[in-house]
C-alpha cells in the first residue's frame, strides 16, 4: 500500500482487489510509459508533457521500493526489451497492411507502454468445474496490442469467431500477442480485436505480466490507406490512443 495507485499522478502503483475495471479477483503492480528509461526518446522533457495527461510521476513507484533487491533495475529492463519488441511488431503490422516498414514510426516515438504485474489469488478448495467468479471479465484491450506472458497455470481463454471460448494454454518461452481495439479501427477491422477473459480455477496464484503499447498519446491517427477502397470506406474516425485510453486504469 506504499505504492498504492491513488497517490500517483497516473494511476501507477499498486492496485489492490476490485480497485480496477472490468476486474473481479486480482491485483496488480503497474508503471506507465517513462521516457527517461527510453533508450530511443530523444526528448524525454517534452514527452513528459501531453496534451491529454502529465506523464511525470517522478520515481513514485520506485520510491517505496528500494527495499526490494533488484526490482527497479530488473522491472526497467523486462519493460525495455518488450518496449523494443512492440516497436519490431509495429513495422510488421505496417507491411503485412501494405503500408512502409516505417509508415508508424513518427507516433511511435513516445508511446503508450503501460505494464503490468499481476496476481491471481489461489482459491482453496476449488476444483476445475466450480463456479467461480472470474479473474478477468470477458473484454478488449483498447490499445495496438499487448504483449502477454503468463506462467504455467492456464486460464487464459480467447473467444473465437464461432463465439466459442478456447484456452490459450501457456507455452514455454513465448508471449500471446493479443489485437487491441485502436489497431482494429487503424486496419479498418482488417485486424480484429481480441476478446478474452481469465479464470483461476485452481487452488493457487496465478501470476501475468502484459505490456499495452499503443501510439503517441496526442498523435490523431486515421484509417490506414492501404485498407480504404471504394468497397471499403472508411469505418471510423481519426483518433488519438491518448483520448481512448482515458480512464482505463
Keep these: 500500500m506504499k505504492i498504492d495507485f491513488s497517490a500517483s499522478k497516473v494511476s501507477a502503483g499498486y492496485h489492490g482487489v476490485g480497485s480496477t475495471q472490468v476486474n473481479h479477483l486480482k491485483e496488480t503492480f503497474s508503471m506507465r510509459y517513462d521516457p527517461r528509461i527510453d533508450p530511443t526518446c530523444t526528448d524525454p522533457d517534452s514527452a513528459l508533457e501531453q496534451e491529454y495527461n502529465s506523464r511525470d510521476d517522478g520515481d513514485y513507484v520506485w520510491k ?10 530488473v522491472t526497467v529492463f523486462f519493460w525495455q526489451s518488450r518496449l523494443a519488441l512492440a516497436r519490431k511488431l509495429v513495422r510488421i503490422f505496417a507491411l503485412a497492411l501494405g503500408e512502409r516498414e516505417d509508415y508508424f514510426d513518427d507516433v511511435t516515438t513516445h508511446p503508450g507502454a503501460d505494464a503490468l504485474y499481476i496476481h491471481y489469488p489461489g482459491i482453496p478448495g476449488v476444483t476445475a468445474d466450480s463456479d467461480i467468479d472470474v479473474g478477468i471479465g470477458s473484454h478488449t484491450d483498447i490499445q495496438c496490442f499487448t504483449l502477454l506472458w503468463q506462467d504455467n497455470s492456464g486460464g487464459l481463454q480467447v473467444l473465437s469467431a464461432q463465439d466459442e471460448w478456447l484456452d490459450a494454454h501457456p507455452i514455454e518461452g513465448t508471449l500471446v500477442v493479443n489485437i487491441g481495439d485502436f489497431l482494429q479501427r487503424l486496419s479498418n477491422n482488417r485486424f480484429k480485436s481480441t476478446v478474452h477473459r481469465v479464470y ?36 471510423y474516425e481519426p483518433i488519438s490512443c491518448g483520448e481512448g485510453a482515458i480512464g482505463t486504469f
Excluded at 527495499?67 to 533495475?73: K, N, Q, T, Y
Excluded at 499495452?212 to 472508411?234: I, L, R
Design 64 to 73: 517505496e521500493t528500494s527495499h526490494l533487491p533488484g526490482f527497479r533495475e
Design 200 to 235: 483461476n480455477r485452481q487452488p493457487d496464484s496465478r501470476y501475468s505480466m502484459p505490456f499495452f503499447f499503443g501510439f503517441n498519446p496526442e498523435a490523431v491517427c486515421k484509417v490506414v490507406p492501404s485498407c480504404v477502397d471504394d468497397e471499403h470506406p472508411p469505418l
